[in-house]
């Protein structure tokens, strides 16, 4: 039988948990549901551990909303739209402070008021945090709030599909992971807010489940991608696992040194040194190692991780403030950070392109048209308030300040609409033998093998530099893995509790998304924020100042641009 929501939302991290809230608080009588294919407490979400930036003066009186808004969009090589970052960097403290009320325990300063500390490109201490545990503390509040809401949780149930006809969402169909049943779901408004796709690459510091899944329904039903070349390489991720060392520890002072014990950020980013924005720095550690002055794990030179040393910061600091990257070095690679440096180097970390919504969470479709019924919000969403590099902290606060705010505008935009009408076993059909065909896959290869070759070739020929015929060779590449992803097998053929089956729909985003990354890399022919091209190593604001649009088919993914919205700083050259 079909089920029926007022709205219902994919993604139970920050983003789709904050909007849940709102609309149950502006109208309880609404029927909500959050649907996730993990426990809500287990999205990625929960991992975030730095904090969560707002100017709310604590530390620095001199800080504000416009320097905060100046920082992000310089930070995102000005591709960010700017009216969108205004939104995020003037809501900010409110939205902080609102999460204060809701019982999120934010570190404090000596006279009570929360703590803020130093973060990469922010010229002003503005990070408030929970220690180094910070999307633990918000999300584990947020999922109470739901449950004191009343709003509805589907959790282990995945979403294979969004229903769209006509130029208009309706619902969407989901697979009980446990059960193996599959259940269509009509709704007023659908709202994704699926997360990112670390997992499109071999080393990352994404949840297993950071498989781009609401990026490849939303492709797959038609609609376009924004900006899907800016993939975000986090500086610090632990060698060889590739788990994030926050940039938390560098905003308390820890130093980045290479093979010959230098301080080698002095030479890429002087003013800023080992708090130069994400892009920069991780093409920095890049450029250590390339030139033979990484190192390897017997301490010569030469080797692929560079050094991050904390040991000046001393003990009392570091288990203060940091604790839980100490006891992650530890755990993971038996180094004591108190007495001996941390090994790390670039991992793949955010997502800055997504699903294009307006400022208020709504869906584009071509020439900038609004999909009715469909919303998105946090990282699968692309507002556009990172642009081409995401500054540390803005992820939470945009799913807090955009959750909130998509949740307010679906509250008042489900009023006036009807439930749609849906051909529901056509639906539960066609899933069905979706299933049905993975499970009768006579073929040789087995799902791990194919993904491992897929998440190197994305490594290795669309990286933190670039290059047109190295993209090329590897588009060639990807489109070798589709072919053989038709012929994989499973080996577990039941229907309950069947991993393997959630695996290989997972595996088909990744394929989606990865295609649409290096297509749109291949594209932007210049070099700006993330997106580093060799061949093209200037930006070029003549040309391409301008937003990436992929339309995904199976056979050619077709790139458009449309002009980025410039309201407050002209751009400028970057630098640090
Ligand atoms: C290790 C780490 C540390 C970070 N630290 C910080 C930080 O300190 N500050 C900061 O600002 N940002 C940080 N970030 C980034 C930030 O945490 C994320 O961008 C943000 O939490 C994303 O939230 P979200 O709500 O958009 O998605 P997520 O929290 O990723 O949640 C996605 C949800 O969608 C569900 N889902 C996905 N696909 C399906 C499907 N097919 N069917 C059903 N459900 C589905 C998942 O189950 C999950 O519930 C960090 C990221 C990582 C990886």
């Known amino acids: 039988m079909m089920i029926s929501f007022d709205v219902i939302i994919v993604g139970g991290g920050l983003a789709g948990c904050r909007a849940a809230v709102e609309i149950a608080r502006i109208d309880p009588t609404l029927q909500v549901a959050v649907v996730a294919k993990t426990h809500p407490i287990r999205s990625h979400s929960v991992a975030a551990q730095g904090g969560i930036a707002a100017s709310l003066k604590n530390v620095d009186d001199k800080d504000s909303w416009e320097a905060h808004a100046f920082d992000t969009i310089k930070g995102s090589d000005y591709l960010a739209d700017q009216d969108a970052v205004a ?32 973060f990469g490109g922010h010229t002003h201490n503005r990070t408030c945090y929970a220690a180094d545990k910070t999307g633990h503390a918000i999300l584990h509040e947020l999922v109470s709030n739901l449950r004191r809401c009343g709003v509805h949780i589907y959790d282990e149930w995945y979403v294979m599909q969004l229903i769209l006809e006509d130029g208009e969402v309706k619902g969407l169909v989901m697979y009980h992971i446990e059960s193996g049943q599959f259940q269509v779901v009509r709704s007023k408004a659908v709202m994704f807010a699926t997360g990112g796709y670390g997992r499109v690459y071999n080393t990352t510091s994404n949840d297993f489940a950071c498989t781009g899944d609401g990026l490849a329904m939303t492709a797959m039903a038609g609609l376009p991608l924004q900006d899907m070349e800016f993939v975000q390489f986090h500086p610090t991720g632990l060698y060889p696992v590739g788990v994030l060392i926050s940039e938390a520890v560098r905003g308390e002072g820890a130093y980045l040194i290479n093979s010959q014990g230098e301080r080698f950020m002095a030479n890429y980013a002087p003013s800023r040194m080992e708090l130069a924005p994400r892009d920069i720095t991780s093409r920095a550690i890049t450029s250590e190692i390339r030139a033979g002055r990484g190192i390897n794990p017997d301490g010569s030179p030469g ?5 991050l040393d904390l040991r000046h910061m001393g003990k009392e600091k570091i288990m203060s403030r940091i604790p839980f990257c100490w006891e992650e070095a530890h755990r993971l690679v038996g180094v004591d950070a108190l007495n001996e440096p941390m090994p790390v180097r670039p991992t793949i970390h955010y997502c800055m392109g997504g699903i294009p919504v307006n400022n208020d969470g709504q869906v584009l479709a071509k020439n900038d048209t609004l999909v009715s019924g469909f919303f998105a919000s946090g990282e699968s969403a692309c507002i556009s308030v990172h642009g081409a590099n995401r500054l540390g902290s803005n992820s939470l606060l945009e799913c807090i300040v955009y959750g ?25 059909r066609n899933a069905e033998q979706t299933v049905q065909d993975l499970l009768d896959k006579k073929g040789m290869y087995h799902i791990n093998q ?98 990436t649009l992929a339309y995904y088919s199976p056979s050619n993914i077709d790139i458009q641009y449309r002009p980025v919205r410039i309201t407050m700083f002209e751009p400028k050259e970057r630098k640090y």
């Not at 080797?303 to 050094?307: I, N, Q, R, S």
């Not at 053989?484 to 985003?509: M, V």
Request: hydrophobic letters at 35%; glycine letters at 4%.
């Open 87 to 118: 939104i995020l960097t003037k809501t900010a403290p409110d939205v902080v402070i609102d999460l204060e009320h809701m019982g999120v325990l934010f570190s404090r300063l000596d006279d009570g008021k929360i703590a803020q500390r130093a």
């Open 303 to 307: 080797g692929p991780f560079v050094y």
């Open 404 to 428: 909130k705010r998509t949740g307010a505008v679906i509250a008042e935009y489900v009023q006036n609409r009807k439930l749609p009408a849906i051909d529901e076993q056509l639906y539960v």
């Open 450 to 547: 194919v993904r491992q070759e897929f998440q190197d070739i994305m490594t290795e020929y669309c990286g933190v530099y670039r290059k047109e015929h190295i993209l090329q060779t590897g588009l060639d590449k990807l489109r070798n893995i589709q072919e053989r992803y038709s012929q994989i097998c499973l080996n577990d053929k039941s229907k309950c509790w069947n991993t393997e089956i959630i695996e290989a729909l997972e595996f088909q985003s990744l394929i989606v998304v990865g295609q649409t990354i290096m297509t749109s890399a291949l594209n932007r022919r210049e070099s700006r924020g993330a997106h580093f091209r060799e061949d093209y190593p200037q930006r070029d604001d003549k040309n391409f100042l301008q937003h």
